[in-house]
């Protein structure tokens, strides 16, 4: 891989109009689509631990409490770590930190296939998950180092890859670990190895680019600090809060489509479960859809634009979807999902600009926190359908949406460019 942005980072420090276009198509698309590749690559094997619960619990004559285990042991390191290896990397970055994640995935589908006890199963879970954590920072942070500008859309394009990830994740479960069980896992290892390869030649590359930005990035964090100048730490704090409950308000909506969406189907409207898997599949194309659109028109226009629209114009069809016909439904379905869907890389652009010294903080605070965060909600929302039925579910959940409001808070101007990354 070359690197075409080398010659943007030697610029002088008052840009012009020429240089900052000649920044902008100096995207570093090779490393931007071999991120997202590999992003799709996790999140597929990644997406393989839930299908495997049914045969563990049959099995292994497992109570639902001890499959939750299994969830918690991943999710503990999956999403709640991710922030701390963040914080951890932004003082000492890892440029093969990628592949180092990875062999940790490597390792725990290799346990998961042969695991045979409760323990070896959590602690494969476990590793798969911290495999996770390490990466997606980490390939956050290289994703907007190679955006020569165009950071909505870099980040826009890394997370699709792990969008299709996870839809491919259920289908290959259906056709191939399910009927041939468990020790099938041990075929997914190869993607692993594919991955390690490709995040090699990514982190060669990052090691030569901070290489080569590590004297002008010294001084400008020594000007700067970790955060932007032009804002109080308290307006900081504030801003990332209301940045949380906008990816927490659409993550659990999500969750509640994507989790709930074929019971919802089947029940009201009696289809079969392939057609209801079909509806389930236009849902997750319109969120592949929405994410790389958001990411475009966010830099055109704006983050905070994009996240006005994303939030809040997703809430008048959400109102709509449980009074609809099932044709209407699914129209609608991926209506919203476009929609939503092209608030995250605006979300999480604003947030790396708010904190430009902290992008594996940031990246790790809203690629795993927030979901995590997220799927506690869906949890809960499980409950409320066990009470009230499926259908309460959708005429509960828009509302969620109107914690989009909070997006007047946030700050217009956040006083001038950003830092590079590290």
């Not at 080398?6 to 008052?14: H, K």
């Not at 590590?214 to 600090?225: D, F, L, Q, S, Y």
């Not at 307006?235 to 969750?255: C, E």
């Not at 652009?349 to 940031?362: E, F, H, T």
């Amino acid at each position: 891989m070359t690197d075409n942005t080398m010659a943007a980072g030697a610029a002088p420090a008052a840009a012009t109009p020429v240089s900052t276009t000649a920044a902008a198509s100096n995207t570093t698309f090779a490393v931007i689509l071999s991120l997202s590749f590999c992003h799709l690559l996790n999140d597929m094997m990644q997406s393989l631990v839930p299908a495997l619960y049914p045969i563990l619990k049959d099995s292994y004559a497992l109570s639902f409490s001890q499959v939750g285990f299994i969830t918690l042991a991943f999710q503990c390191t999956a999403s709640m770590l991710q922030p701390v290896v963040g914080y951890y990397t932004d003082k000492k970055p890892q440029p093969y930190s990628l592949m180092a994640g990875m062999g940790f995935t490597l390792i725990g589908l290799l346990l998961m296939a042969r695991a045979d006890s409760y323990p070896s199963i959590l602690l494969a879970a476990a590793l798969i998950g911290m495999g996770s954590s390490i990466f997606h920072p980490e390939a956050s942070r290289v994703a907007r180092m190679a955006a020569g500008g165009r950071y909505g859309l870099a980040q826009s394009l890394f997370q699709v890859g792990g969008n299709m990830g996870s839809a491919a994740g259920p289908l290959l479960a259906a056709f191939i670990v399910i009927p041939a069980g468990q020790h099938s896992l041990v075929w997914f290892s190869g993607a692993a190895l594919v991955a390690m390869m490709v995040l090699f030649q990514v982190g060669g590359w990052y090691a030569r680019r901070r290489t080569v930005q590590k004297p002008a990035v010294r001084g400008g964090a020594a000007a700067t600090g970790l955060r932007n100048p032009a804002l109080s730490r308290g307006r900081i704090i504030a801003a990332v809060a209301v940045l949380v409950a906008l990816l927490f308000s659409k993550n659990v909506y999500s969750a509640s489509l994507g989790s709930y969406f074929t019971f919802y189907l089947i029940a009201k409207f009696g289809i079969d479960v392939q057609t209801a898997q079909l509806y389930l599949f236009a849902f997750l194309v319109g969120i592949v859809a929405g994410t790389i659109a958001g990411g475009m028109v966010g830099d055109r226009v704006g983050r905070i634009p994009v996240m006005w629209f994303s939030i809040v114009g997703a809430l008048p069809f959400a109102l709509m979807l449980p009074h609809a016909n099932l044709f209407w439904t699914g129209v609608l379905a991926v209506t919203v999902a476009m929609i939503m869907a092209s608030a995250f890389s605006a979300i999480l652009v604003y947030a790396q600009d708010l904190l430009p010294g902290r992008v594996g903080l940031v990246a790790g605070m809203f690629f795993g926190f927030s979901f995590g965060l997220g799927g506690l909600g869906a949890a809960a929302l499980g409950q409320i359908a066990d009470v009230a039925g499926i259908e309460a579910v959708y005429k509960l959940t828009p509302f969620l949406l109107l914690l989009g409001l909070l997006t007047a808070f946030l700050p217009r101007h956040l006083g001038g460019a950003p830092k590079p990354a590290r």
